[in-house]
């Protein structure tokens, strides 16, 4: 009974520390930010003031992106957090600073402040084309889509429990914001996001246009020759569809997959097919799935003003007890429940096997990942919005996408080759490496930072930093 209970014996809890440093992965992901160029970058766009009292903003909002990064929900937590930081990054940005900071940051200041992301990012690309294994392509069912960029769209929710501006009623019964965002499946960065009120529309032809457009702006042009841009259902309009089309030239290839609702007219086509067109659908690895098919449907399907050359491809499985109150007649009819793909492939060059309805249908089922990427990026900031202004809210939302994006370069850059560090989510950056507690030191004029050696992550935390300092800097 004593071992389990007299582990306390002789101990004292004290708060007389001194020289200790916790979340001492601040100094990576500020480190990263100065190494690939943001904060230099941003001091070119935000303002300027020569008053002894004046805090510099560049240095001010990239404090606060570390925050985020660490965790910080809200401006008083990013001062707190920042006061402990004092001897590292020097004095702390208050609470207020920091507000009058997102609040003067209007619409115009923020599309200089993507035009910033873009030369960053278009820097930090080239340094992850230079990295052993180059730049991360992705594979699905076994293809590997070498020189392909995948862009994924989608919607999400973010609930508020006041009254904000902005907030309204949403689709799902809930009471916030609905923004519309889009992630690089490549690298899980979020590329652009668009703060909505609650009440906007899923598919708003609009939104997603603008969205598109952001997104596809801070795609380095060295890399825009081959793009694909994956949507849900959300994604079948008309207008999207037909600018997707337009962006296709003679130097850049844009291919696209959506989710399409079915119509009377869908099922009278599916109705014609005969059995032996159905094949057995593939899993992401490439292995057969058994109990699920799929099958072209175009042709059969000849509704007017879509786009010319789109394909349809329909998909059917046995549906589960909790689908069975959601089936049409004519799903209850034939006892499978089916979900059409809209896609422009006809083939992705020099990849063999890309036209086959198994593919496709894979590679459109891939873009579920999207889901991991608004969770995360929730992890990140975005779970709730801090202020009732909007402009406010905007700009938090902006810097909480900074945030993600250090995040990912962090990992992209640095982590590679750590097969538990690579992909991991941000309670685990934040476990293993950000809230790491070190000692900070002086000798002979200068500090060390030193992590306690027993820690099982101390070493790739010191081989962070060491690869973060040899990155080429912006010239």
């Given at each position: 009974m004593s071992e389990r209970t007299g582990w306390d014996r002789g101990l004292s809890v004290t708060a007389d520390g001194k020289g200790l440093v916790g979340h001492a992965g601040a100094v990576l992901l500020r480190k990263l930010a100065d190494r690939v160029g943001l904060?230099?970058?941003?001091?070119?766009?935000?303002?300027?003031?020569?008053?002894?009292?004046?805090?510099?903003?560049?240095?001010?909002?990239?404090?606060l992106v570390v925050a985020i990064a660490l965790g910080a929900t809200n401006l008083l937590e990013a001062e707190q957090l920042q006061l402990h930081h004092g001897p590292l990054f020097g004095p702390a940005v208050s609470d207020s600073t920091l507000h009058r900071l997102l609040s003067t940051t209007d619409e115009t200041r923020r599309a200089q402040i993507a035009k910033v992301r873009?030369?960053?990012?278009?820097?930090v690309w080239t340094l992850l084309h230079l990295r052993p294994g180059g730049f991360p392509y992705l594979t699905?069912?076994?293809?590997?889509?070498?020189?392909?960029?995948?862009?994924?769209?989608?919607?999400?929710?973010?609930?508020?429990?006041?009254?904000?501006?902005?907030?309204?009623?949403?689709?799902?019964?809930?009471?916030?914001?609905?923004?519309?965002?889009?992630?690089?499946a490549n690298t899980d960065e979020c590329l652009a996001m668009e703060l909505r009120e609650g009440n906007a529309g899923a598919n708003t032809v609009a939104d997603h246009l603008r969205v598109l457009d952001a997104a596809l702006a801070q795609i380095p042009r060295s890399s825009q020759a081959k793009i694909l841009v994956r949507?849900?259902?959300?994604?079948?309009?008309?207008?999207?569809?037909?600018?997707?089309?337009?962006l296709n030239t003679t130097r850049r290839t844009v291919r696209y997959t959506v989710g399409w609702t079915i119509t009377p007219e869908d099922e009278r086509a599916i109705a014609r097919l005969p059995e032996a067109a159905w094949e057995t659908s593939l899993r992401q690895d490439?292995?057969?799935?058994?109990?699920?098919?799929?099958?072209?449907?175009?042709?059969?399907?000849?509704?007017?003003?879509?786009?010319?050359?789109?394909r349809l491809i329909v998909r059917r499985v046995k549906p589960s007890r909790r689908h069975l109150g959601k089936l049409t007649a004519f799903e209850q009819k034939t006892g499978w429940r089916y979900s059409i793909t809209a896609t422009n492939i006809r083939h992705m060059a020099h990849i063999a096997g890309t036209h086959q309805v198994q593919f496709l249908d894979v590679l459109h089922r891939d873009h579920a990942e999207v889901e991991d990427r608004v969770r995360t990026n929730k992890?990140?900031?975005l779970a709730n919005l801090p202020s009732k202004s909007w402009e406010t809210n905007a700009s938090w939302?902006?810097?909480?996408?900074?945030?993600?994006?250090?995040?990912?370069?962090?990992?992209?850059?640095?982590l590679h080759d750590q097969a538990d560090l690579a992909d991991a989510e941000p309670d685990t950056m934040r476990f293993r490496l950000y809230h790491l507690p070190a000692r900070l030191a002086h000798h002979a004029r200068r500090r060390h930072l030193r992590i306690e050696r027993t820690w099982p992550w101390a070493q790739t935390f010191t081989t962070s930093w060491k690869r973060i300092t040899q990155l080429s800097a912006v010239t």
């Open positions: 904060t230099d970058a941003l001091a070119g766009v935000l303002p300027s003031g020569t008053a002894s009292s004046w805090r510099d903003r560049a240095t001010a909002l990239v404090g873009q030369r960053v990012r278009r820097h699905v069912a076994g293809r590997h889509l070498k020189g392909w960029i995948v862009l994924d769209m989608d919607a999400t929710i973010i609930t508020a429990a006041s009254r904000k501006q902005g907030a309204a009623g949403t689709f799902k019964g809930t009471f916030g914001f609905h923004p519309l965002a889009a992630w690089l949507v849900d259902g959300a994604g079948a309009t008309h207008g999207l569809l037909k600018r997707l089309q337009a490439g292995e057969v799935q058994e109990g699920y098919f799929v099958a072209e449907l175009t042709g059969l399907n000849t509704r007017e003003g879509w786009p010319k050359g789109m992890a990140m900031g939302m902006l810097t909480a996408n900074l945030a993600a994006d250090l995040d990912a370069w962090l990992r992209l850059l640095t």
